[in-house]
């Protein structure tokens, strides 16, 4: 097996970009690479289990872009620049088909956003793909989600709730170009790193969005010991929702608030800081909507944009929502 | 899933030490962390898998030490100095006993080594663990597999074979006491990191011993362009061998030689070097055994301590033995 696997790792040595801050690549017991003075690291680490985390028929492209992109999202939500990753690919046979798409979907993504592959394991077993990854940042710029203050204003990238429609609706014979672009967020997530950069020194907190917006800014919340208050009519819905699903319906509000997976986004930022927000709206040409504050105290207030209180679906997220 | 999985990290927040490079440790979207100037940092990052790499029923505390261990043998075999590790656990269920153990194994050689465990993702799949592990050493001083030069003398550290040993003779009711040993430098391999920091400048080429000496021997001669002559007789044997199989038997090379999951280093050194090499051995206390000499050319030529060749058993790794 070891052979066989050996050969797995040619479909990834040659598949990221130069990078001279990599003394040392793949081949050797550890890869070596340098660190600018005045900058910190920023390290995370994610796993896809097929069954678990996809569907196992995934389109192996796409979960090459995924497992990267997953991880590169926690990066931009820390502002940091992506530099190095290394793949951890448990596989039950060596099916070269399937690694050439796989290495496909990784590597497109790797050069696109600058991070250099620079080890990995590749191992026998059930389908597991674990990604690390690293990304630079001047010291004590990065973002964190602690530091939300009471009256910051709170705004998330993009539309949100596409990918819950994907899986929602995935055998459903509905709108099929709307769909089709729900699925299109679903399989190749885009991380918001420039967005990240552009936030540095702005945002006072921030994360991005893989549980769904409510459990995500929850975490935020308890990170800075505060509240928030929110109108779930502000929240931006991708734009596909609105072919999908009409406003009166549970989803048009689970999707969105509970359905994970987006990979947006969410920040905070003082009030008064509400034009630099824009300009940077403007510079990275990603849409930042303004759709709640924070507040003393703890736990989410959902409102509609009217005022009265929302209710939660059967989404799951019941818990998330303080009613007041 | 979530709730039950968050309680897992919980097991793992306050096992390992305090750094003061780190700046941000679990419970953002990544940690942050510090390089001191000058220094290089090496990444590892090793799978092992349930049913492939280690028997399910496996102490859990024993996988806990290992799935650590083993990546920290990459560390020494760089020369590096073990700082951050982070670790995604796949597991089937939220077993509290299980995590319990494992994080016990974990977190014993965590603090030994002075890493800390900065960052993780929790999973529900068949039992897969990951870990990276990051070291910093001295910008230029780092040890590779490259480097070795037709003359230098070969070394191992330690004893070889054990772990083959205990693998081999798992169900067979021999002398227990030295079944025992061999069964412990299975379960809880020590990494050699010590050693490998002290072989800084003085190794021409390191490589730690997971594969099996002569494919890892093997190796290091690819990465250096060369070959190496190498007595089979001079390799040394981890002391319990010789109460579990007589010296005729071809499992009294084929344990040491192609065994595995040894975690010893094998290093190369200028000839001239011999007494540094000594003075290494003994300020480390760790037993440094020379074997072999690195030759032009390529491929590994075994010999026995009379001059004749060595004909490989059945262990499977005739194909790293050039006969001459």
Redesign the interface.
Known sequence: M?GEFDLIERYFAHLSPVRDDL??GI?????????P?GH??????????????FPVDTDPQAIGHKALAVNL???A??G?EPT?A???L?LPEADEAWLAAFAAGFGRLARESGIAL????T????L?I?V????R?P?GQ?L???GAQPGDAIYVSGGLGAAAAALALREADVARDALQACRQRLDYPEPRLALGRALRGLASA???IS?GLLADLGHLCR?GGVGAGIDVDAVPRHPALAQLVARDDAAWYDWPLAGGDDYELCFTAPAAAQSRVEAVAESTGIPLTRFGEITPGEGLVCRHADGSAFRPGAGGYQHFVRQS
């Open positions: 070891a003394r040392l081949g050797d017991d550890a890869a070596l690479v340098s660190v003075p910190d690291l920023a390290i995370a680490v994610d796993t896809m289990v097929a069954g678990v985390h999202s926690d990066l939500a820390m940091a190095w290394l793949l951890a448990t620079i080890g990995g394991d191992t026998q077993g059930p597991t674990t690390t990854v690293h990304g940042v010291a990065a964190t989600r602690a921030a994360i991005d549980d990170a």
